[in-house]
């Protein structure tokens, strides 16, 4: 089973990946934690490039570095750890790129999907979380780091309505998207998380 967690920024997501490994744990069930950009040493290499060398590129090319490094780790980390049967949690997955690239920097979504396609080779998650913030609430947890952490973070409030409205079209396409309110305390987030995840897991 393969599961992705999405949103804006600051809307709790490593915090709730965190949570749900301990509940797995507990549960006695193996996960393998992951993220992107990174899980490999080249998707690792892109994320220092693109969110702490702070590497100034087009939003083509920014869409390119993700979905190479996004081609690596699918090959590399997460088709063979499903192949083993394991499941794998992950901290954003080609969704990220339609809704920063696509809605947020107005990349042709289109153009974004194939890209995206052949660098996951058509391994879709099985459910995606999305932690639904509003733009003020992220403002305000932003706000209490002492500087922006990569480039996106400084982006302006239009940017972050972008994205998130952007993530909010792609979970209309229902199926495998669940909508989750950020807003909740992170306890009360993943015991939302979790009644949504462990039926899936127990079936
Ligand atoms: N990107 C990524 C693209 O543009 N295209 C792509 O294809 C991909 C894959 C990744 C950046 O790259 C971009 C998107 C991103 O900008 P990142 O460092 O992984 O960079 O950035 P984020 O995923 O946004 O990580 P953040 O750390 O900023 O946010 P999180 O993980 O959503 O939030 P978290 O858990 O770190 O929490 C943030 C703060 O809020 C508090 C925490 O204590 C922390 O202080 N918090 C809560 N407060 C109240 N209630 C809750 N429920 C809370 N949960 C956490």
């Known amino acids: ?32 934690v992951t993220r992107e950009p990174g899980g490999t040493p080249a998707g690792n290499a892109v994320r220092e490039m693109i969110l702490r060398s702070r590497l100034d590129v087009t939003p083509l090319t920014e869409a390119f570095l993700m979905n190479g490094a996004r081609s690596e780790h699918v090959t590399e980390k997460i088709r063979p750890a499903l192949a083993e049967g394991r499941i794998v949690l992950c901290d954003r997955f080609a969704d990220s790129t339609l ?15 194939l890209l995206c396609l052949a660098a996951t080779g058509g391994l879709e998650p099985d459910l ?3 932690l639904d913030l ?42 495998r998207w ?8 992170p306890e009360a987030l993943v015991d939302a998380a979790w009644d949504v995840v462990q039926p899936l897991v127990a079936s």
């Open 1 to 32: 089973m393969f599961l992705t967690i999405e949103g804006v920024e600051g809307s709790g997501k490593t915090t709730l990946v965190q949570a749900l490994h301990e509940r797995f744990a507990l549960a006695g069930i193996d996960v393998l």
């Open 99 to 113: 809704a920063y690239q696509g809605y947020g920097r107005g990349l042709d979504l289109p153009t974004l999907r």
């Open 128 to 130: 995606t979380l999305l």
């Open 134 to 175: 509003p733009v003020e609430r992220l403002r305000d947890r932003l706000a209490e780091r002492i500087a922006p952490e990569d480039p996106f973070e400084g982006e302006d409030a239009a940017f972050h309505e972008r994205v998130r409205h952007g993530y909010l079209e792609l979970a209309k396409s229902g199926g």
């Open 178 to 185: 669940r909508i989750l309110d950020a807003t909740l305390s």
